[in-house]
């Protein structure tokens, strides 16, 4: 028979609505071992006013909790009774089992809280008082004092908690609480003596900030009762939010029943901008009075549908599910404990109801001796002897109970293991103080229908928690189970059921999510509102959440918005890229021309046009000119250290060899065609034969010199530039010094412009060979490239600069070729009837005078024969 059935043949059989029961009168129970239990079956009408209030009588209590006009509005709470019958349902399957104390019988005296500290007070110092009187005496040592109770169960307010557990700690009284979860009370200095068998807020507040994660919910509102639950449990969600990047636009308290008009004003104000702001998810940690005393406010203010994350204190409370108008504040998801099941505890209620109905058990009960406890605080449960079936029932289906009910059984295992106790009874009988029974509560490990609880050394126990969300469902919405909590979140996402139209998930962000490899510049003072920021080339996004771009390392490249960075390749002039191909195949060219004039007047090497063109030190131009082409070879390929060196040398040496033949050459035509006869003979004597080459071996010395001092002091380095190119790495010889560098090519330029000044402005005689213009072109050449040389080499990128400087050194050959030596290769190849003492030794201007063509047809002459 189902439990409504069951219910409603109890109503047939004489459970009318509205006779006085006897529940009041169950609420004691004596036995070996008393357990202590406060429970909040009644509600104090005007809230937490009555803590507050001058009068300590009892009667002026209970008035305040239960007006003469019983179960009148929310003042009867189903659920405290619940717990209360779930307890007494504990003590008696113990009592009747033989596992945990057999042989002996546990006891119960239970008060109502009224869900206010004065009022939980009173029992508590019942509770206290020495076995067999109502007073507590004073004494300098309790060790061997005994109150009328072991432990106490409950209560189940953090509030009341904190007032009862630092009176209990006092004498070392074990209290186990089935709610209160305020993270306070496990300072184990302040609370030694309090236990409980519900999690604290910090893991139900760490539940809330990963739901928020999982919906990408990273702004939101933030409210809390004011008290002690709500606002610790509000400020571990607040650092635990802001520490994973989740932003609270508001925040606030939620006032208690009772409160001023500028508290509810406050309130009221702080509805208005969550109405106005883009948040569409609130977080209320609440205890149930202050979560209807906030909705009442919010559904006459007329709050748009939000997403609600419900603490467990109100998520199933009746005070607030039957609020008129919940069914339109949008979408409720919370979290309960999770326990064992207890498919028989419906039965259980019903039975104790029927024996309240029972007018014979209530007349065995009435015969008895009143307890103590009416004479000291009242009736225990007035209002309990005028509820209806119906007070029960709706919550029957989803009731809270398995705290409560495990709390029982805590105590139990703490008496099984203190007393000794097997499986044939308990050896050790005697009165046992709290302290002994708290002893065997630290760390201690008991079952409760297959689940293995255990008090660690705060008094906490580790317990998964169940994702509930609100079905409506007529006037009562029921608890739908969309997920678990057990240190990780796990959603059935096709479960939930959404408020928004065509049931699409709520966002409730600031700002939107920045896309890959951007980062958030924040606006305002919230991290989450923020405009999205591209990282740039050589920077990446980290993580999501990085304010600012990471640079990567120095042998990493990323693109624009990058979240990673990738390695270098090492870059360098390679032999198989195109512009070094090009360039040796120019090479190619230059030295092949150079080796083919160098034959070529090897072979006419007695010839008057190889004569006139220096002779022997002609070849030596050539052979040097034909090494300067061979240099660029250093350039391209991997960088070493000894081909860093040896570039400036190898080619600077040659060219200065080459020049060095060329300006004798200059100088020869400068005193033939300027200088008196006297001196022309003189000084023309003095540049041919070993004086010559005295000339070329002090300009090679000078510029070998001026290249050491370069290698010495400022040597050039392999080096590798991490910054230059975007994605690779450039290895390149580095030039330490620049004016050095230029230094070098001082004794090339000075021969270039001595042979310059030496040939411009001599005049050719009509019929004779011109060697000053060859000169002159061939210098002009050298300066050209040079110059060009400079502004080219300082503009062009890093990576060509040595594509440059081969470019301009075969350039330079080039020109020295194609404007001196070429042209007389061409007369000795196809003008063969030129070449002839009188066309080239026997001309100009010395000549017309007299002076210098006699001399040199004779020597011409005899070197002939």
């Given at each position: 028979?189902?439990?409504?059935?069951?219910?409603?043949?109890?109503?047939?059989?004489?459970?009318?609505?509205?006779?006085?029961?006897?529940?009041?009168?169950?609420?004691?129970?004596?036995?070996?071992?008393?357990?202590?239990?406060?429970?909040?079956?009644?509600?104090?009408?005007?809230?937490?006013?009555?803590?507050?209030?001058?009068?300590?009588?009892?009667?002026?209590?209970?008035?305040?909790?239960?007006?003469?006009?019983?179960?009148?509005?929310?003042?009867?709470?189903?659920?405290?009774?619940?717990?209360?019958?779930?307890?007494?349902?504990?003590?008696?399957?113990?009592?009747?089992?033989?596992?945990?104390?057999?042989?002996?019988?546990?006891?119960?005296?239970?008060?109502?809280?009224?869900?206010?500290?004065?009022?939980?007070?009173?029992?508590?110092?019942?509770?206290?008082?020495?076995?067999?009187?109502?007073?507590?005496?004073?004494?300098?040592?309790?060790?061997?004092?005994?109150?009328?109770?072991?432990?106490?169960?409950?209560?189940?307010?953090?509030?009341?908690?904190?007032?009862?557990?630092?009176?209990?700690?006092?004498?070392?009284?074990?209290?186990?609480?089935?709610?209160?979860?305020?993270?306070?009370?496990?300072?184990?200095?302040?609370?030694?003596?309090?236990?409980?068998?519900?999690?604290?807020?910090?893991?139900?507040?760490?539940?809330?900030?990963?739901?928020?994660?999982?919906?990408?919910?990273?702004?939101?509102?933030?409210?809390?009762?004011?008290?002690?639950?709500?606002?610790?449990?509000?400020?571990?969600?607040?650092?635990?939010?802001?520490?994973?990047?989740?932003?609270?636009?508001?925040?606030?308290?939620?006032?208690?029943?009772?409160?001023?008009?500028?508290?509810?004003?406050?309130?009221?104000?702080?509805?208005?901008?969550?109405?106005?702001?883009?948040?569409?998810?609130?977080?209320?940690?609440?205890?149930?009075?202050?979560?209807?005393?906030?909705?009442?406010?919010?559904?006459?203010?007329g709050l748009s549908p939000k997403v609600w994350v419900a603490s467990e204190a109100w998520i199933t409370s009746?005070?607030?599910?039957?609020?008129?108008?919940?069914?339109?504040?949008?979408?409720?998801?919370?979290?309960?404990?999770?326990?064992?099941?207890?498919?028989?505890?419906?039965?259980?209620?019903?039975?104790?109801?029927?024996?309240?109905?029972?007018?014979?058990?209530?007349?065995?009960?009435?015969?008895?001796?009143?307890?103590?406890?009416?004479?000291?605080?009242?009736?225990?449960?007035?209002?309990?002897?005028?509820?209806?079936?119906?007070?029960?029932?709706?919550?029957?289906?989803?009731?809270?109970?398995?705290?409560?009910?495990?709390?029982?059984?805590?105590?139990?295992?703490?008496?099984?293991?203190?007393?000794?106790?097997?499986?044939?009874?308990?050896?050790?009988?005697?009165?046992?103080?709290?302290?002994?029974?708290?002893?065997?509560?630290?760390?201690?490990?008991?079952?409760?229908?297959?689940?293995?609880?255990?008090?660690?050394?705060?008094?906490?126990?580790?317990?998964?928690?169940?994702?509930?969300?609100?079905?409506?469902?007529?006037?009562?919405?029921?608890?739908?189970?969309?997920?678990?909590?057990?240190?990780?979140?796990?959603?059935?996402?096709?479960?939930?059921?959404?408020?928004?139209?065509?049931?699409?998930?709520?966002?409730?962000?600031?700002?939107?999510?920045?896309?890959?490899?951007?980062?958030?510049?924040?606006?305002?003072?919230?991290?989450?509102?923020?405009?999205?920021?591209?990282?740039?080339?050589?920077?990446?996004?980290?993580?999501?959440?990085?304010?600012?771009?990471?640079?990567?390392?120095?042998?990493?490249?990323?693109?624009?918005?990058?979240?990673?960075?990738?390695?270098?390749?090492?870059?360098?002039?390679?032999?198989?890229?195109?512009?070094?191909?090009?360039?040796?195949?120019?090479?190619?060219?230059?030295?092949?021309?150079?080796?083919?004039?160098?034959?070529?007047?090897?072979?006419?090497?007695?010839?008057?046009?190889?004569?006139?063109?220096?002779?022997?030190?002609?070849?030596?131009?050539?052979?040097?000119?034909?090494?300067?082409?061979?240099?660029?070879?250093?350039?391209?390929?991997?960088?070493?250290?000894?081909?860093?060196?040896?570039?400036?040398?190898?080619?600077?040496?040659?060219?200065?060899?080459?020049?060095?033949?060329?300006?004798?050459?200059?100088?020869?035509?400068?005193?033939?065609?300027?200088?008196?006869?006297?001196?022309?003979?003189?000084?023309?004597?003095?540049?041919?034969?070993?004086?010559?080459?005295?000339?070329?071996?002090?300009?090679?010395?000078?510029?070998?010199?001026?290249?050491?001092?370069?290698?010495?002091?400022?040597?050039?380095?392999?080096?590798?530039?991490?910054?230059?190119?975007?994605?690779?790495?450039?290895?390149?010889?580095?030039?330490?010094?620049?004016?050095?560098?230029g230094l070098v090519h001082t004794t090339n330029a000075t021969l270039a412009f001595l042979c310059f000044l030496?040939?411009?402005?001599?005049?050719?005689?009509?019929?004779?060979?011109?060697?000053?213009?060859?000169?002159?072109?061939?210098?002009?050449?050298?300066?050209?490239?040079?110059?060009?040389f400079v502004p080219l080499f300082a503009n062009v990128h890093v990576a060509y600069q040595p594509a440059v400087?081969?470019?301009?050194?075969?350039?330079?050959?080039?020109?020295?070729?194609?404007?001196?030596?070429?042209?007389?290769?061409?007369?000795?190849?196809?003008?063969?009837?030129?070449?002839?003492?009188?066309?080239?030794?026997?001309?100009?201007?010395?000549?017309?005078?007299?002076?210098?063509?006699?001399?040199?047809?004779?020597?011409?002459?005899?070197?002939?024969?």
């Amino acid at each position: 028979m189902s439990g409504l059935a069951l219910l409603g043949l109890m109503a047939l059989l004489g459970l009318r609505v509205g006779a006085p029961l006897c529940l009041t009168q169950q609420f004691q129970m004596p036995g070996d071992y008393v357990l202590g239990g406060l429970f909040p079956v009644g509600l104090a009408e005007g809230g937490g006013q009555a803590a507050g209030g001058s009068g300590l009588g009892c009667s002026q209590v209970r008035v305040r909790c239960w007006p003469p006009a019983a179960l009148r509005g929310p003042r009867f709470s189903s659920v405290g009774l619940l717990w209360a019958l779930a307890v007494q349902m504990a003590v008696e399957e113990i009592n009747n089992g033989s596992t945990l104390l057999p042989g002996l019988h546990l006891g119960y005296d239970f008060f109502d809280s009224c869900t206010e500290p004065l009022v939980a007070m009173k029992p508590s110092l019942l509770f206290m008082a020495k076995a067999g009187s109502r007073s507590i005496a004073a004494y300098c040592d309790y060790a061997q004092y005994q109150p009328r109770v072991v432990a106490v169960i409950g209560p189940h307010s953090s509030e009341l908690a904190l007032v009862t557990g630092k009176f209990f700690s006092f004498f070392l009284m074990p209290q186990v609480s089935y709610g209160a979860t305020t993270e306070r009370l496990s300072n184990r200095e302040e609370f030694p003596s309090f236990f409980r068998t519900v999690p604290s807020d910090r893991v139900q507040a760490a539940a809330m900030v990963e739901l928020l994660q999982e919906f990408r919910w990273n702004w939101v509102a933030a409210m809390g009762s004011d008290d002690e639950y709500g606002r610790q449990g509000l400020s571990l969600f607040s650092g635990l939010a802001t520490a994973q990047g989740i932003c609270i636009a508001h925040e606030g308290l939620v006032p208690l029943l009772g409160a001023d008009s500028r508290k509810l004003g406050s309130l009221q104000s702080l509805l208005q901008q969550v109405n106005q702001s883009h948040v569409q998810v609130v977080v209320l940690f609440s205890s149930a009075l202050a979560a209807r005393t906030f909705f009442s406010l919010s559904i006459r203010c007329g709050l748009s549908p939000k997403v609600w994350v419900a603490s467990e204190a109100w998520i199933t409370s009746e005070l607030v599910m039957m609020l008129p108008g919940m069914a339109q504040v949008g979408t409720v998801l919370g979290f309960l404990h999770r326990g064992a099941l207890m498919p028989d505890f419906s039965s259980y209620v019903q039975t104790r109801l029927a024996l309240a109905a029972d007018p014979a058990f209530c007349a065995s009960l009435n015969a008895e001796q009143p307890p103590l406890g009416g004479r000291v605080v009242g009736p225990r449960c007035p209002q309990c002897d005028h509820i209806t079936l119906k007070n029960v029932s709706t919550l029957l289906p989803h009731h809270r109970t398995f705290a409560a009910y495990a709390a029982v059984y805590g105590v139990a295992q703490a008496l099984h293991n203190t007393l000794l106790c097997n499986a044939s009874g308990c050896p050790t009988r005697e009165p046992v103080r709290p302290w002994q029974l708290l002893e065997n509560m630290y760390n201690m490990t008991f079952r409760v229908r297959g689940t293995v609880l255990r008090f660690d050394a705060r008094g906490n126990v580790d317990m998964d928690y169940n994702v509930k969300l609100w079905v409506w469902q007529d006037l009562m919405p029921t608890l739908l189970t969309v997920g678990t909590f057990s240190g990780r979140l796990q959603l059935q996402h096709s479960r939930i059921r959404w408020h928004t139209p065509g049931n699409k998930e709520p966002v409730s962000q600031c700002s939107r999510q920045c896309k890959e490899g951007q980062v958030r510049r924040v606006k305002g003072f919230h991290s989450c509102c923020y405009d999205c920021v591209d990282c740039k080339a050589g920077s990446y996004r980290r993580n999501p959440d990085d304010l600012l771009c990471t640079l990567c390392d120095q042998d990493q490249w990323s693109p624009d918005r990058s979240t990673r960075c990738f390695p270098r390749r090492p870059k360098f002039l390679a032999w198989g890229e195109p512009a070094v191909l090009v360039l040796l195949m120019l090479l190619g060219l230059a030295l092949c021309l150079a080796l083919a004039a160098l034959g070529l007047f090897i072979q006419h090497r007695d010839s008057p046009l190889v004569w006139a063109s220096g002779g022997p030190r002609a070849c030596f131009g050539l052979a040097c000119l034909s090494l300067v082409c061979l240099s660029v070879l250093l350039y391209p390929g991997w960088p070493s250290p000894t081909s860093c060196l040896a570039q400036q040398l190898l080619l600077h040496l040659p060219l200065t060899g080459c020049l060095s033949t060329l300006f004798l050459q200059a100088a020869e035509i400068f005193v033939r065609a300027e200088l008196p006869i006297s001196w022309a003979d003189w000084l023309h004597g003095r540049l041919r034969g070993p004086w010559a080459w005295l000339a070329v071996l002090l300009a090679m010395l000078a510029e070998a010199a001026l290249c050491t001092w370069y290698l010495v002091a400022f040597p050039p380095e392999v080096m590798t530039d991490w910054r230059v190119l975007p994605t690779e790495a450039l290895v390149h010889c580095r030039v330490h010094s620049w004016v050095s560098f230029g230094l070098v090519h001082t004794t090339n330029a000075t021969l270039a412009f001595l042979c310059f000044l030496g040939t411009f402005l001599v005049q050719s005689q009509p019929g004779r060979y011109n060697g000053a213009r060859g000169l002159t072109f061939a210098t002009l050449a050298y300066f050209i490239t040079w110059i060009s040389f400079v502004p080219l080499f300082a503009n062009v990128h890093v990576a060509y600069q040595p594509a440059v400087q081969m470019g301009a050194i075969l350039l330079c050959a080039l020109g020295i070729l194609a404007t001196f030596h070429l042209p007389k290769c061409y007369l000795l190849l196809w003008r063969p009837e030129l070449n002839t003492p009188e066309f080239f030794l026997g001309g100009g201007p010395g000549d017309a005078k007299g002076q210098d063509g006699s001399g040199g047809g004779e020597e011409t002459q005899g070197k002939n024969k």
